[in-house]
């Protein structure tokens, strides 16, 4: 619940103690516990808060670390209330600041040749509050500092789009985390339907990208089904509707597999796709082969290769490193 349907909520269920809404609410986000008692109230009152609410951390149930030259990539499995294990990663950045992958559902119905979390298939879409409840299990029970946000763990987000919607308002919510719009990216295989959907939300400052990984229809659909139902040249269309600001750049995600999607003709399908969309940003991922390698990972030179004929297409481009690969918790290897 955001802080407004939790005073609404309050008002019209208790009996008494609803005013202190608003100051429960933010010290849930705040020291990352529900205490109706530390306000004061009868032990009538901070009982029917309690019968009434709360918060719904998940278990801790592994972790794991890979030390790295920015800091430890970390990954946590997390219990939710029924036993479904998402997992969540939090990735350290230049400047001592960490982003924190989150899932959106458990498992994922996309099916992505490289993926791990694609072979498992669709177990359910996540709660909105299981989704936040990520981000407060890996701030108060880890103790990580999440500054930046990414629905790029398990789960196709735009195929959850109710609950990760609803989860965007509670992380940007003034009276809790207060997340900047701009410091959360949704990430998409491009379902078809699911970013007009994302854009009539009205987030004008929410970040997009778009998992690509080919340069045409043929390879894309080998790599990832949900091509079939939205080639390429319609996936352009939805995504150059999305910008809702001046400054606004598409995020292109593309993992490099060696033989697969590493040819010259693939970096010029690449640049066509993004001169459709408007203003875009390639994120250059090395392939991390998981328990069903489609290939082997690149090596520095096919990576530097591809990266050099995208940018004689004339396309920005950041290299990712990849991080988190030898705990399973690099892209594409949520899940198992
Ligand atoms: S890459 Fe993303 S969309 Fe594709 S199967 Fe994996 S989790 Fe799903």
Known sequence: MGSEALIEEARRSLPSGAGLAGRIYARVFEKGSF?????????????????????????????????????????????????????????????????????????????????????????????????????HTARFALGWDCGNIVFMGMGEPLDNLDQVSAALRVLTDRRGFSYSWERITVCSSGPPGGIAGLRALGLRRLNLSISLNAGDDATRDALMPVNHSQGLSALASEASDYSQRGNFVLAINYCLIPGVNDGRNQAKGVADFCARVGRTMVNLIPYNPGSHPIARAPSPEELGSFASWLREEGLELRHRAAKGSSIMAACGQLGR
Not at 106 to 119: H, K, L, Q, S
């Open 35 to 135: 205490e109706p008692e530390a306000f004061g109230m009868s032990a009538r009152s901070a009982q029917a808060w309690r019968k009434g609410f709360g918060i719904g951390l998940l278990e801790v149930r592994g972790l794991a670390e890979e030390e790295g030259e920015l800091g430890p990539t970390s990954k946590a499995i997390m219990e939710c209330g029924d036993g479904a294990r998402v997992e969540c990663v939090r990735i350290p950045m230049h400047g001592g600041k960490s982003t924190l992958c989150i899932s959106s559902q458990v498992g994922c119905r996309m099916a992505c040749a490289f993926c791990e979390t694609g072979r498992s298939g669709l177990s359910r879409n996540l709660l909105a509050a299981e989704i936040v409840a990520q981000v």
